[in-house]
């Protein structure tokens, strides 16, 4: 059932900006987000990959977490999906931090929707409209995932044709 049963375990590896491994073997891919890719086969890093990754392992590597399923339990990969929590003891106090969430609006992932896991859909949505208001992570570096501002779009769309700017 959507969010009945919370599982706490630690975070052995962080895999990319979405995707952690747990100590007990077990791959986790956030639910609701996506961020950039990291190298694989040799293509180029995305934008911002490997920024999402590290912020990533600032926020889970070696911690306990807590996970939420939704409706679905694993994607086509095997990896379990979840939405993921991790205790902040910041300031002295006390807290669980909504990893998803931070993640989007701190402009490290994208908000990447797939029914019938929504649960938190429309504050990942606010999370990233904050982002972008705020040129936060990726929305100030990227445009559509290539290295780049916004203000540089007419530029690197000549680059791309092989034009003279």
Same mark, same amino acid.
């Given at each position: 059932?959507?969010?009945?049963?919370?599982?706490?375990?630690?975070?052995? &590896?962080? *895999?990319?900006?979405? $995707?952690i491994e747990l100590e007990n073997?077990? #791959?986790? &891919?956030y639910i609701g987000i996506d961020?950039? +890719?990291?190298?694989?086969?040799?293509?180029?890093?995305?934008?911002?990959?490997?920024?999402?990754?590290?912020?990533?392992?600032?926020?889970?590597?070696?911690?306990?977490?807590?996970? +939420?399923?939704?409706? $679905?339990?694993?994607?086509?990969?095997?990896?379990?999906?979840?939405?993921?929590?991790?205790?902040?003891?910041?300031?002295?106090?006390?807290?669980?931090?909504?990893?998803?969430? $931070?993640?989007v609006r701190k402009g490290y992932?994208? *908000?990447? $929707?797939?029914?019938?896991?929504?649960?938190?859909?429309?504050?990942?949505?606010?999370?990233?409209?904050?982002?972008?208001?705020?040129?936060?992570?990726?929305?100030? +570096?990227?445009?559509?995932?290539?290295?780049?501002?916004?203000?540089?779009?007419? #530029?690197?769309?000549?680059?791309?044709?092989?034009?003279?700017?």
């Amino acid at each position: 059932m959507q969010g009945d049963v919370s599982e706490k375990v630690r975070v052995k &590896r962080v *895999v990319d900006g979405d $995707t952690i491994e747990l100590e007990n073997g077990n #791959k986790v &891919r956030y639910i609701g987000i996506d961020t950039q +890719e990291l190298d694989s086969s040799n293509e180029s890093v995305q934008c911002y990959g490997e920024e999402a990754q590290k912020a990533n392992i600032d926020l889970v590597l070696g911690k306990i977490i807590r996970m +939420e399923k939704d409706v $679905t339990d694993k994607d086509r990969f095997g990896r379990l999906l979840r939405y993921v929590w991790v205790l902040d003891n910041k300031d002295g106090g006390d807290y669980e931090l909504f990893v998803n969430d $931070t993640l989007v609006r701190k402009g490290y992932a994208k *908000v990447a $929707t797939y029914p019938p896991d929504i649960k938190y859909s429309e504050l990942f949505l606010q999370g990233e409209r904050y982002a972008k208001e705020k040129s936060l992570g990726l929305w100030s +570096e990227c445009v559509n995932g290539i290295d780049g501002k916004v203000e540089d779009l007419p #530029k690197l769309i000549f680059e791309f044709l092989n034009l003279d700017y």
